[in-house]
């Protein structure tokens, strides 16, 4: 019901920046929630930031300071700002959306992922 395309990722120096892009499709009010999460080679996948349709925040300790997630007016949009990238965050980022059902029930989407590459 919900579909979720990331783009931005790509390959950047150690304290250089990229924005990442999720655009949502299909029910789009119905979502409550997006995030991105992020799986680095050998390690389980992470929540780096979240943002609800109130508009509250969270970011992980590895990433505050860094990284701001933002949506766009339309609300079918997030984005991530990524400052400050260190190669501890090469990974592939997959965005992320929860979306409240007629019966109440939350169904959980995922997009297919952006890698980022960061070379020191």
């Known amino acids: 019901q919900v579909q979720l395309v990331e783009s931005g990722g790509g390959l950047v120096q150690s304290g250089g920046s990229l924005r990442l892009s999720c655009a949502a499709s299909?029910?789009?009010?119905?979502?409550?929630?997006m995030g991105w999460y992020r799986q680095a080679p050998g390690k389980q996948r992470e929540l780096g930031a979240d943002?609800?349709?109130?508009?509250?925040?969270y970011y992980a300790d590895s990433v505050k300071g860094r990284f701001t997630i933002s949506r766009a007016n339309a609300k079918n949009t997030v984005y991530l700002q990524m400052n400050s990238l260190k190669p501890e965050d090469t990974a592939v980022y997959y965005c992320?959306?929860?979306?409240?059902?007629?019966?109440?029930?939350?169904?959980?989407?995922w997009g297919e992922g952006t890698q980022v590459t960061v070379s020191s």
């Open positions: 992320n959306a929860r979306s409240r059902q007629r019966d109440a029930t939350i169904d959980n989407y």
């Open positions: 943002i609800t349709s109130g508009d509250s925040t």
């Open positions: 299909g029910s789009v009010f119905s979502i409550t929630a």
